[in-house]
């Protein structure tokens, strides 16, 4: 199996994987909520569009047949007032991840857009990064998905990063201007309440909508049909918890999830992170943590801006942004490093301490270049807590779910290995990079596909046995995986 012809297959899977007008019926189609046949699929345009001048636009990319399979209907301008889900209108051309995941995600994009530019298609690149923006303009932020369930939340904020990645080539200062006031309204959206934490300065996730996510309700059945809510109610049923007060997420007596609980599930998706441990069981408990990667992100981000107002030529607005991002590296290193450990790690609100669960995202601090030299150290000198053979463990421990052992993620590897790069372990770094591509070619030439996940520990795409909660499928495609490929195979290239 050569480089070549990896590179070859994600190539045309570019195509496979690519959303438009001429795709719209495709896209409306989702297999994660029940849909009564012979129905139309709904499609929602924002309220600041004219719905007729979208319809004509639609009309000339749709057959007669397409359109009556179809509804185009305003957004309500409250998501309470949604009564049926359907898609959220997007204008341009964008890659989704593949499988049950059938619509544009918020960070899954920025992987995906490393790979488009590696594979130089630049004109799918720009549209990326537009329907980012565009969701901002017309649905308030960046959404999970563009789904009207997800409309109550984000994902990890990777949108900077996205806009500088695609003006590195495109060196477009107008267009680049233009995405200043949504990567404000963006950031923004991070750092005040209820995202922020005022007595520490940093964020947290905290997803807005109330109740189930539908799309778990019908799409996440075990076996036995029964939904990952009614898994988590049997778990706390059957085990001690001491990782939080499980009466603030379960009612024993009438044997009931509570709306804190929704609440914290929600967000848990909001992170990216669906489904692990790390802030407890299910990390339901996570809105009372500042998380290390939402923290070194918005870093990043205040990076970036300080950076693009430097291009700009806006020379105190980027002081001001490079104020912003010194203060959360100092918060960072007072909260979320723990000297004792050598690692970064979440901080508790309420109990003021940091929780001992070691993951992945103790890299990103590498990642984003916010830790010292010495910080840096501490963590290399940490590496085999988290040394795979197919790669890195996403955390130390095996609890059933997908964001924890043994399993490894295309992104997490990514960040990783350039987190390493940043502070100059190069070979460690590399060390990382081959394990993981290794893997990942090997089960390419077995099953002719590259997969969402991996279990790290037996180098296979062969997971669903082993997780317990959530969905269990090892979905097919996959955008994010097929990017870091590209990039690790490129940044290898370099060495």
């Known amino acids: 199996m050569t480089k070549n012809t990896v590179r070859t297959y994600i190539k045309q899977t570019w195509k496979t994987l690519t959303r438009s007008h001429q795709h719209l019926l495709e896209s409306a189609q989702d297999t ?9 699929w709904i499609i929602y345009i924002s309220p600041q569009e004219d719905c007729n001048t979208v319809k004509s636009v639609l009309e000339r990319s749709l057959s007669t047949k397409e359109m009556q399979q179809i509804e185009i209907r305003t957004l309500p301008s409250e998501v309470e ?7 959220l209108y997007l204008p341009g051309p964008y890659v989704v991840p593949g499988g049950r995941f059938n619509e544009m995600y918020g960070w899954d994009s920025y992987f995906i857009l490393l790979g488009l530019l590696q594979d130089e298609e630049w004109e799918l690149a720009q549209s990326q990064v537009d329907q980012l923006l565009y969701q901002v303009q017309h649905y308030g932020t960046i959404l999970n998905a563009n789904r009207t369930y997800m409309l109550t939340r984000s994902q990890p904020p990777v949108l900077s990063m996205m806009v500088l990645a695609l003006f590195q080539h495109t060196q ?3 267009w680049l201007k233009s995405t200043l006031p949504l990567l404000e309204q963006f950031y923004y959206y991070w750092v005040v309440p209820p995202h922020l934490n005022s007595a520490t300065g940093l ?5 807005l909508g109330e109740g189930a996510a539908p799309e778990v309700l019908f799409s996440e ?6 939904s990952h809510y009614e898994r988590v109610k049997e778990y706390y049923k059957t085990f001690e918890i001491d990782d939080y007060d499980v009466s603030l997420f379960y009612d024993s007596e009438k044997d009931e999830l509570t709306d804190l609980f929704y609440k914290g599930d929600r967000s848990m998706r909001e992170s990216g992170f669906d489904i692990t441990n790390r802030f407890g069981p299910f990390s339901v408990d996570i809105v009372h943590y500042a998380p290390v990667c939402l923290n070194s992100l918005l870093y990043q981000m205040e990076q970036d801006l300080t950076q693009i107002h430097k291009i700009l030529d806006n020379p105190e607005l980027a ?3 490079s ?27 309420y109990s003021g301490k940091r929780r001992h669960y070691e993951f992945a995202t103790t890299f990103y601090p590498l990642w984003t270049g916010l830790s010292s030299p010495e910080q840096a150290q501490r963590i290399v000198e940490n590496l085999s807590l988290f040394t795979a053979p197919g790669g890195i463990f996403t955390s130390t421990r095996v609890t059933g779910n997908q964001w924890d052992a043994p399993f490894g993620w295309a992104p997490l590897t990514l960040i990783a290995v350039q987190g390493l790069y940043r502070y100059g372990y190069r070979k460690e770094g590399d060390d990382i990079a081959h394990k993981f591509l290794t893997m990942a070619i090997q089960e390419f030439t077995k099953y002719g596909f590259f997969v969402e996940k991996y279990d790290v520990e037996r180098c296979s795409a062969q997971v669903s046995d082993e997780i317990c909660f959530g969905y269990s499928s090892n ?3 996959f955008g994010w995986t097929n990017g870091v490929i590209l990039e690790l195979l490129a940044n290898l290239d370099d060495s």
């Not at 994660?32 to 139309?40: D, I, M, R, S």
């Not at 007032?81 to 898609?87: D, F, K, N, S, T």
């Not at 964020?203 to 997803?207: C, E, G, L």
């Not at 104020?323 to 590296?329: G, P, V």
């Open 32 to 40: 994660k909520l029940e849909h009564q046949p012979n129905t139309p």
């Open 81 to 87: 007032a949604i009564q049926e889900h359907g898609l």
């Open 172 to 174: 477009d200062q107008a």
């Open 203 to 207: 964020s947290r996730y905290y997803a």
């Open 221 to 226: 059945l075990d076996e036995a049909g029964r």
């Open 319 to 321: 002081e001001q942004w």
């Open 323 to 349: 104020d912003r991002a010194n203060i959360r590296r100092e918060r960072i290193n007072q909260y979320l490093w723990d000297e004792e450990k050598g690692i970064y790690l979440d901080y508790h609100f």
């Open 475 to 477: 979905e097919i495609g």
